[in-house]
C-alpha cells in the first residue's frame, strides 16, 4: 500500500479504514490494523500496523507508533515509526523521534531528540526497541569466526 | 414451502394490480406458498413461528423497507431463508442486496442465490442496513478509547452495508459495523458537508451527555434511546440476493 504523502493528498476510499475528522475528539489508547487519518484531535496513545497521516489542522497529545506516518500537524508526544516517516513544512512536533527512513520539508518545528537507528525499529508492544537488522548479524557472525 | 407476508398498507387498492401480477409470476416461475397478510390483529411473531412449525423454510416479506425491518427482526432467530420483494421503486435495502423492484423481484427469488449477512444488533433489536442519531450530545465508547463529535450540528450513522457511494466502504459480509460522525455546517447554500469521521467497530456503546436521551432511528423504524449497545452479529441472516448485489 502507498505510504501517503502531500502530492497523493488524500489515498483512495479504498484504502483508508479509519479516519478521525476535524469535528470528532478521541481520548485513550487507540489501536488500529489499517490505515488511519486524523484531521481532528486525539488524547492518549495512538499505535497502528499500517500508515498514519496526521493532517494539517490536526493536534494529537499522544505516544505515537505507526508502520509509516506523514505529519503536517501538531503533535505532543513521542513518534515511532518502522519504516519512513514524512514531516511535512507546517509540522510542530515536541517528542522525541525514532525513524528508520525521515524525511523534512523545511518550516517543520521539533523539539526532542531525533535518532535513526540502522538496525530494524519494533512498533509492537513487549518487544525490544530495536531488532538487529539481517545484515547486521551476518557481519556479527563473521568478526566472530575470525 | 415458502410464506409470503404482505404487510398491513397492501390492502389499499392501488396495490391490488401489482399483487395480483406478482402472484401470478410466482405461479409461473413454481415457487407459489401460503400468503399471509398483517393486520392489527395478526401478530407477525406467532405467523412466522406458526408457519416454521408447519415446515414452511422461505420466508418472503412484500412491503417496503420498515416491512423489511419488521420481518428481520423476527426470522433473525429462526433456521429459515428470507426473500424480499420490494413494492417501492427506490429501495435502499433491496438496491445494496441487488433485488429488483415489483414484479422482477420474482425472479430473484427463483433464482435463489443464498448469502448469509451480517446484522447489527442494537440493545436486542436487529438492524440490517442502518441506525442514526442526529443531533445528539453523545459519546461512543470502544474498549480502549472514547469518540466524542464536537460539533452541535452532526448525524452520527452506523452502517451494516453503504447505501450509497459516498458515505463509507461497509459490507454485509465484513463482520465488521462502521460509525461515520458527518458534521452539519450551514452555509447561505444551505447545510455544507465537511471531512467525515469513519471509525470500524464491532462492538460499541453509546451514552448521552445530557440528561435527556437521545433518540437512534434503525432502518427508518424503530426508535432506540441512549445509553445502547450495538454490536455487529456476523452471518445472522440467511437471505436471498440478486446477480447486482453491491457485496461479494
Known amino acids: 500500500m502507498a505510504m501517503f504523502n502531500k502530492n497523493q493528498g488524500m489515498p483512495t476510499p479504498k484504502n483508508i479504514e479509519t479516519i478521525i475528522g476535524p469535528s470528532v475528539k478521541v481520548q485513550g489508547d487507540f489501536k488500529g490494523e489499517g490505515d488511519l487519518i486524523i484531521e481532528g484531535i486525539l488524547v492518549g496513545t495512538l499505535q497502528t500496523k499500517n500508515n498514519l497521516k496526521i493532517g494539517e489542522n490536526a493536534v494529537v497529545e499522544a505516544d505515537i507508533k505507526a508502520n509509516n506516518a506523514f505529519i503536517s500537524g501538531k503533535v505532543k508526544g513521542d513518534i515511532t515509526v518502522k519504516g519512513k516517516l514524512e514531516i511535512a513544512g507546517t509540522a510542530m512536533i515536541i517528542g522525541n523521534i525514532r525513524a528508520q527512513i525521515m524525511s523534512m520539508e523545511s518550516g517543520a518545528l521539533i523539539q526532542g531528540q531525533v535518532s535513526m537507528p540502522v538496525g530494524n525499529i519494533s512498533t509492537e508492544e513487549g518487544k525490544p526497541e530495536i531488532k538487529k537488522s539481517h545484515s547486521e548479524n551476518k557481519e556479527e557472525k563473521y568478526l566472530e569466526k575470525n | ?248
Not at chain 2, 401460503?34 to 406458526?50: C, G, H, T, Y
Not at chain 2, 448469502?115 to 447489527?120: E, M, T
Not at chain 2, 470502544?142 to 450509497?164: E, G, M, Q, S
Open chain 2, 1 to 248: 414451502m415458502y410464506l409470503y407476508i404482505y404487510d398491513s398498507f397492501l390492502s389499499e387498492k392501488k396495490y391490488t394490480d401489482l399483487l395480483i401480477k406478482i402472484e401470478k409470476r410466482l405461479v409461473d416461475l413454481g415457487i407459489k406458498g401460503r400468503i399471509a397478510r398483517l393486520s392489527v390483529l395478526k401478530n407477525l411473531k406467532e405467523l412466522v413461528l406458526d408457519a416454521t412449525k408447519e415446515g414452511v423454510h422461505t420466508i418472503v416479506a412484500i412491503g417496503n423497507s420498515q416491512t423489511f425491518a419488521k420481518v428481520i427482526n423476527v426470522v433473525a432467530d429462526l433456521d429459515v431463508t428470507l426473500g424480499l420483494i420490494p413494492v417501492d421503486n427506490d429501495n435502499p435495502i433491496a438496491k445494496a442486496l441487488g433485488i429488483p423492484p415489483k414484479i422482477l423481484a420474482c425472479d430473484t427469488l427463483a433464482s435463489r442465490i443464498v448469502k448469509k449477512i451480517d446484522l447489527g444488533k442494537i440493545n436486542n433489536h436487529y438492524f440490517i442496513n442502518t441506525a442514526q442519531i442526529v443531533n445528539g450530545d453523545v459519546v461512543i465508547e470502544y474498549n480502549d478509547f472514547k469518540v466524542r463529535p464536537t460539533t452541535d450540528k452532526h448525524l452520527i450513522t452506523l452502517y451494516n452495508f453503504a447505501t450509497n457511494e459516498h458515505s463509507s466502504m461497509s459490507s454485509p459480509v465484513d463482520g465488521i459495523l462502521e460509525a461515520v460522525i458527518t458534521p452539519m455546517k450551514s452555509s447561505v447554500f444551505g447545510h455544507k458537508k465537511i471531512t467525515q469521521t469513519v471509525l470500524p467497530f464491532t462492538k460499541i456503546k453509546i451514552g448521552s451527555n445530557q440528561e435527556d436521551q437521545v433518540a437512534i432511528l434503525t432502518d427508518e423504524q424503530i426508535i432506540m434511546k441512549t445509553p445502547a449497545e450495538i454490536e455487529v452479529v456476523p452471518q445472522k441472516l440467511k437471505i436471498i440476493v440478486g446477480p447486482e448485489r453491491q457485496f461479494v
